[in-house]
């Protein structure tokens, strides 16, 4: 399995920021994965966002639940980012990840299958 980040390098304050993650060489909707969305920034460790299942139900950290939502399109094999009303704060390395079990904490590289990554800037 292969996943691929895409979407904007710059995002504006208080804009909301979309990424997708398209994935490859197996289904989203396969039994047992979960598909998690990661950010690492500048100078800081990895920070859990969200995640949903291969069932459709999803989970968001509580510190960002409020500006979060994941959701997916089956039919295109991808699932999304949005994070809304952004701050510099949220500039980051963006990374989606897969996992056999839901991992709110503790994350490490080399734990799941990842993506990339790419590099969200948010500035005026």
């Known amino acids: 399995v292969q996943l691929q980040e895409s979407g904007p390098g710059l995002v504006r304050p208080s804009q909301t920021l979309s990424l997708t993650c398209t994935v490859s060489g197996g289904a989203i909707t396969t039994y047992s994965n979960v598909w998690n969305w990661i950010r690492q920034p500048p100078g800081k460790g990895l920070e859990w966002m969200g995640a949903?299942?291969?069932?459709?139900?999803?989970y968001y950290s509580p510190s960002l639940k409020s500006r979060t939502s994941i959701s997916r399109d089956t039919s295109k094999n991808q699932f999304t980012l949005q994070l809304s009303s952004v701050t510099p704060g949220d500039t980051a390395v963006y990374y989606c990840v897969r996992s056999g079990v839901l991992r709110t904490t503790g994350w490490v590289r080399e734990y799941g299958t990842w993506g990339q990554g790419t590099q969200v800037t948010v500035s005026s």
């Open positions: 949903i299942r291969a069932s459709g139900t999803t």
